[in-house]
């Protein structure tokens, strides 16, 4: 698959007089292939929209090379046609009525104007057209905001937190379209704060943090690479089963109605190890990780008990810190027992 | 020719802009009505007053003429008073001819006399619709981050701020030339209904569109200012804001520190000297020295369209470079 965005050592700086110089991206690299819906992944401040700005040609880059759809980020305007975008908090005129923003833009860009209808039919605005954007709620806006984006039928679909104030009814709506899309040829470059939307819908991922790539790959890839190696298992006496597993050698605890054992390789050894001594398993199901797990362990954003987590404030000072490699892919074994007899 | 067609739909639908029209309306109405308010058709025994006394002043004219004159000469013979009286006074301000009977109708709008003055109303008018149409329409845009949108399909910037503002000056340029049509001959019906319309002829209408078209050049330069001040600023408000600032502090508070240290005035280091030159074919001053000098139409013209190239170029590679947030 060709990468229609590749970005590598992307690097930018900001200065006021008020904070000094503040790096927004250090040496940022990203690759989306053709067709994907690719997440990209950051906690705030991490300079996930700074990337997509400057992608787009609303930012100069310091330094770095950016190509989307084949063209260098300097010739982003020969290729503008076939990208649709949402960037932040979209604003529009509050005066004008959604079909008019749209036919406005449409014009601007020699859109049909029978497409108005077909997106604001797609993003479920078409009976709240006339009416002005001020009246709008936050989801609304962003619904006429992925109106706006495809618009132009693009090949690549950039949404920035596109799901942000959308009722579940829309967010199942966005990720239906999103798969929609992709499935037609559309490559989706998605940024969202709602991981367990991206693990459903993406098939890769970037994660940013202080400006700078902190892993990439496929979210089984991404995912696998920090699997825990512990199992889950359901038995009816769950602290015989935790003192039978610690003789054993290996380490467990009860967790909430459950057992968790880890330093076990073939998840078959539970089963025989507790059949006999007479406890038989209901469940047993390995641990894998889900992405918030997993992003909030490599951004290093998981609250601590007592501290309210805060806004990233770049350091400059910092040196890369190195990428991990990609692990390779694992198999995580699923067993769920209903059976009392021995494996 | 897409994106000039969607700016110009863009400018039409503003519900500021609409509001801005009514209320120039609403200022011409009240305009039209305070001069009107209690004009009537001269009378027979109106215009037999006004003759008589157009008579007399011609009369003390000529005397005045024939003092100044005297008074003037070399070797002249006129009294000590009459000498400092017509000191370095121009003696053809005294001229007899021209003198007309319908300067002395009391409770008439003479269209002749009257119309000059309205249209040095209606430049400003225009000027300031034009500033707050203009300043509004880029930087309302920039600050809601509408812009933002419109450079995701339209990403040639330098395309855009020149489209806009393109659109904007020839809207503003037909929008103008109708209002002042509309103005004047509002005012000559009302004058040949109501009041007496004077003497239309010979070097009149000329210089009466003259002096309009240099209103309405006045108003675009004033929008084309505006409109860069606001890119620059990505703020209407900060058009407005540099507007204010430089007439209360350099127009109105230099003219006051000048007067209270006794230094004399610098006409030319006032933009408004220029937008006077410009408006009138020349401004007149005394530099305390030489006596009297003179910035002339041309002069005017340069400078104001100086600074506005200077300010749309501004605004054009601060528009370009800037990073959008």
Partial sequence: MTAVIEISGLRKTFSSVRRGRQTALDGFDMEVRAGQIHGFLGPNGSGKTTTLRTLLGLMRADSGTMRILGAPSEQYATVAHRVGAIVESPAFFPGFSGRKTLQILATAGGVPAARVDEVLTTVG??????????????????????ASALLKQPELLILDEPANGLDPSGIHAMRTLMSDLAASGVTVLVSSHLLAEIEQVCDSVTIISRGRRITHGPVAQVLAGHATGEFRLQVADSSAAVRLLRDAGRTARVDGGFVVVGGVDDPAWITQKLGEAGLWLSELVAIAPDLESVFLDLTETRP???????????????????????????DSPVIDLDSKEPA | MNLAKAELNRLLSRRFAKLMMVVLFAVFGLTVAVMMIESSRPSDEAWAEARQT??????????????????????????PELQDKFRDVDCGVFDASRVKDEQFL???????????????????????????????????????GGLINLLLWRPQRGTVYVTKLGVLLGALAVFNVGFSALYIGVFWILAATTGWAGNLGGEFWPELIDLTLRGLLLALITSACAYAIATIGRHTAAALGVFVGYLIGWELGARLVFELINLDLNEPLFLTSYVVAWVNDGFRYWDGFDGDLVISGGTGAAVLLGLAALLVAGGYFSFHRRDLT
Avoid at chain 1, 314 to 328: G, L
Avoid at chain 2, 58 to 66: K, L, Y
């Fill in chain 1, 125 to 146: 605005l078409r009976d709240r057209a006339e009416d002005l954007v001020k009246g709008y709620s936050l989801g609304m806006r962003q619904r006429l905001a992925v």
């Fill in chain 2, 54 to 79: 157009a008579t007399e002043v011609r009369t003390q004219n000529v005397r005045d003429h024939q003092q100044c004159v005297e008074a003037q000469l070399p070797d002249s013979e006129a009294s």
């Fill in chain 1, 304 to 330: 601590r008990p007592g501290e309210p987590p805060q806004v990233e404030d770049v350091d400059t000072t910092d040196e890369p810190a190195a990428e991990p490699a990609p692990p390779p892919v694992a």
């Fill in chain 2, 106 to 144: 009391s409770g008439v709008f003479v269209f002749s006399d009257e119309i000059p003055g309205l249209v040095y109303m209606l430049a400003a008018y225009l000027a300031f619709f034009g500033f707050l149409i203009s300043a509004s329409f880029i930087g309302a845009e920039m600050s809601s």
